[in-house]
């Protein structure tokens, strides 16, 4: 196995270098860069030493330690630490103060599977650490990079992306003391302080490790939010017995008129049954379930449904995405509250916050938190945030 995983360290020659800048107090941070090498549609991780590239070969036995370390220490906090990388997909930059545990189980083909950090399960030996993620595709054509909130919040991550003829974009992800801020706010959405209060989630020691979504907080707490959406759901239902709705497929199918006939909302040959609150969190289950192979009407149609139900707008507006953009999100009492505070907590008020949350109006603000160009010059990747 030894001489099989030696064989799986290769030195890459088309690379792009990534500049990771430690913001935190810490002079314990770690990172992890891992995804897809496009070349060899395999599983990528770079080794400890931020430049060689390291394929873990297939295991015999689920769980199986990564066999190589890939914990890529950062420098003094204010220090930057640059790394470089082959032409990955789905990739993820992990950030950590302390470590994290990766594992692998057996892959379907020869490659293995990866076992991410879990935030929701007390058992994984990451659930006590604090981390965080960005997310980029580095190929032939371009440069794509996010911050992501869509499963949680975790270590600040803000993003710096230069290009070819000197433009700039950034990404300021939430301020140092921001997750604190987060979790607090969660705490006081609720009279009764429980629903939304279950996702701030504290260490033993009683500090704030991450703030999960609604989704995610329903994986720990099956029971969370049971019926949420419910009456918003039916007064949707009942407006669009009588109204149309309008959804603007902004390209590919222009605007659909929808109405509900039989107890469905239907969109020509396509009909919609009423979303649960899980449904409406996740985007991906129930009515919004989206299959690679779908009807492309269909799969123009269920971004735009989700994100008026995460941001409440389906019944102060008939058409979505809302012409009227952010100034109209989350005015309901009914609502994707943690999607509402991470855009308010947020400096620039970017970020996914849920699935589709890059779904915007035309000529609207984008707030989905990414950066990209076909030619890019430079990336910097911080953690630790900003000054409040």
């Not at 935190?24 to 995804?35: E, F, I, L, M």
């Not at 906090?77 to 789905?90: C, D, F, Q």
């Not at 990079?145 to 975790?154: E, K, L, P, R, W």
């Not at 301020?175 to 989630?201: E, F, H, N, Y």
């Amino acid at each position: 196995m030894e001489v099989e995983n030696k064989q799986q360290i290769i030195a890459e020659e088309t690379h792009f270098q990534i500049a990771l800048r430690n913001n935190t107090s810490s002079d314990q941070a770690h990172a992890y860069v891992t995804g897809t090498s496009i070349s060899r549609n395999a599983l990528f991780f770079l080794l400890a030493d931020g430049k060689t590239a390291y394929y873990p070969p297939n295991p015999a036995n689920p769980g199986a330690p990564l066999g190589h370390d890939c914990a890529i220490k950062l420098g003094s906090p204010g220090s930057t630490t640059h790394v470089r990388v082959p032409h990955l997909e789905g990739a993820r930059i992990y950030f950590a103060i302390g470590k994290l545990v990766f594992r692998l189980d057996p892959g379907s083909g020869s490659g293995p599977a990866l076992v991410e950090p879990s935030e929701t399960n007390p058992q994984d030996p990451n659930y006590d650490v604090k981390f965080g993620f960005a997310e980029f595709t580095w190929n032939s054509t371009q440069l794509f990079a996010n911050i992501s909130f869509v499963d949680f919040v975790g270590l600040p991550i803000s993003l710096t992306l230069k290009t070819a003829s000197g433009n700039e974009q950034h990404v300021s992800g939430i301020p140092s003391d921001g997750l604190d801020t987060i979790c607090k706010k969660l705490q006081s959405v609720d009279s009764d302080g429980q629903d939304w209060a279950k996702l701030a989630i504290k260490s033993r020691s009683g500090e704030y490790l991450r703030a999960l979504s609604p989704y995610q907080a329903m994986i720990l707490h099956p029971q969370l939010f049971n019926g949420y959406y419910k009456d918003y759901v039916d007064k949707v239902w009942h407006k669009y017995q009588h109204e149309k709705l309008l959804v603007n497929t902004q390209a590919p199918f222009g605007v659909l008129s929808g109405h509900v006939h039989g107890g469905e909302l239907k969109f020509g040959n396509e009909s919609f049954h009423k979303p649960s609150t899980a449904d409406i969190f996740s985007c991906s289950t129930g009515p919004f379930h989206n299959p690679t192979s779908g009807n492309a009407e269909r799969l123009a149609i269920i971004p735009r449904l989700c994100a008026g139900f995460n941001r409440s707008t389906l019944l102060a507006d008939d058409k979505t995405p809302d012409p009227d953009g952010s100034k109209d999100y989350y005015n309901n009492a009914v609502t994707n509250h943690y999607a509402k505070i991470v855009h308010e907590v947020t400096s620039d008020g970017k970020g996914y916050a849920f699935p589709y949350d890059d779904v915007k109006p035309d000529g609207g603000k984008d707030q989905s938190g990414k950066v990209s160009t076909g030619h890019p010059q430079s990336l910097v990747v911080t953690v630790g945030g900003h000054g409040a």
